[in-house]
Structures are given as C-alpha cells and as structure tokens.
Nanobody, 125 residues
Framework: QVQLQESGPGLVKPSQTLSLTCTVS??????????WSWIRHTPGKGLERIGY???????DYSPSLKSRTSISRDTSKNQFTLQLRSVTPEDTAVYYC?????????????????WGQGTQVTVSS
C-alpha cells in the first residue's frame, strides 16, 4: 500500500518561499513509471496541478506556476519537496502530494491513484 504524508509550515509570510515535503512509504520514489505530484485546492479555483517529479528525476510544472516552482527529491529519505517562491495570499490553499503509476505523465488531477491527506498553508503577514 502506497502512503503519502505532507509536512511543512502552515503559515508563510508574503514574498517568502513555501516549502513542503512529502514522505512516501510502500514504494521507492525511483520505482519505474511513478509520477510524484503536488496539487493544491482553493475554494475559488478548485484542484490545481502544480507539477511533478518522475521516477527518473525529471520535472514538469504548470505553466502558470512554472516561474516560481521547484520540485526536488531525496531518494535516501524517499521524499520529494515543493518550493513555491514569492508567495502571495492567492497561494493560500490546501496542498496535496499524490502519485500515479502509468506509461505517460498525468495530465488531469483525477488520474492519481494515491493522495496524502493534505495540509493547509495560509499566506499572511
């Protein structure tokens, strides 16, 4: 059974960097054809894909967030990390990590097989 758990600060000040870690159990993040993603949910926009890092370490980001986003991994800890720079109150959301195993990258948020429970991040001074 694959399990994911988000961790990180729940409050970030505007202009700072939001940093979240997803700890994975049940499968190595280097396992073939796994895509490890960050997704967020806001009441106004619903679910929004942020980006992913795949089993080989390749990354892909949503065009609207690409300039501010980095996703990296620590294979020794079986974790992957989101960094979102220069945050504003509009980045306030519940952030999820999720994974999908498949022959192609995920293209919609409904394709994921396993999700973390989500973590609320508020951007406020």
């Amino acid at each position: 059974q694959v399990q994911l758990q988000e961790s990180g600060p729940g409050l970030v000040k505007p202009s700072q960097t939001l940093s979240l870690t997803c700890t994975v159990s049940g499968v190595p993040i280097t396992a073939y054809n796994y895509y490890w993603s960050w997704i967020r949910h806001t009441p106004g926009k619903g679910l929004e894909r942020i980006g992913y890092i795949d089993y080989s370490g390749s990354t892909d980001y949503s065009p609207s967030l690409k300039s501010r986003t980095s996703i990296s991994r620590d294979t020794s800890k079986n974790q992957f990390t989101l960094q979102l720079r220069s945050v504003t109150p509009e980045d306030t959301a519940v952030y999820y990590c999720a994974t999908r195993r498949g022959s192609r990258p995920p293209t919609t948020v409904i394709e994921y097989d396993y999700w973390g429970q989500g973590t609320q991040v508020t951007v406020s001074s």
